[in-house]
């Protein structure tokens, strides 16, 4: 249980860290050369694709964090499993640029070694972003 409870509270803290505009915070969650993944096509969408290790998901989460704010975060479902965590959340989600906010899901798929993010898959309405950056 007390795994349980750690991978949790490890994903929380990134969520924390996200949701506040805390770069750093959340690059610290990930290992070294942990990977992000935003799911989609990226000839629909050019925010889509991975990066990995430390570096390159400083400058990532930088800018996704410069251009869309995360607001009342809920969780409506955690699943742990092994080294994996399921999180199924609702933001509300403010694009900077325009100043237009939506109301979203999100499923992310966490893996997690050594108490920390190894792996990070995250599945959003591509489609509500790019008509929200159009």
């Given at each position: 249980?007390?795994?349980r ?13 996200r ?20 799911k ?5 969408l050019?925010?889509t694709g991975?990066?990995?290790?430390h570096?390159?998901?400083r ?32 933001v509300?989600?403010k694009?900077?640029?325009s ?9 992310d798929?966490?893996?997690?070694q ?5 792996e990070?898959?995250?599945?959003a ?10």
């Amino acid at each position: 249980m007390a795994q349980r409870e750690d991978m949790l509270a490890l994903v929380r803290s990134a969520y924390a860290a996200r949701d506040g505009g805390d770069t750093e915070g959340l690059v610290t969650a990930f290992h070294p050369d942990g990977l992000f993944t935003l799911k989609g096509d990226k000839n629909a969408l050019e925010l889509t694709g991975s990066m990995q290790g430390h570096p390159t998901l400083r400058g990532g989460f930088s800018q996704l964090i410069k251009d869309f704010g995360f607001e009342g975060r809920e969780i409506l479902a955690e699943l742990v499993d092994g080294d994996r965590v399921a999180i199924h959340s609702r933001v509300n989600v403010k694009y900077h640029p325009s100043g237009k906010t939506f109301s979203t899901e999100i499923l992310d798929l966490f893996r997690i070694q050594d108490g920390k993010i190894v792996e990070l898959v995250e599945f959003a309405d591509t489609a509500q972003v790019k008509a929200m950056i159009a």
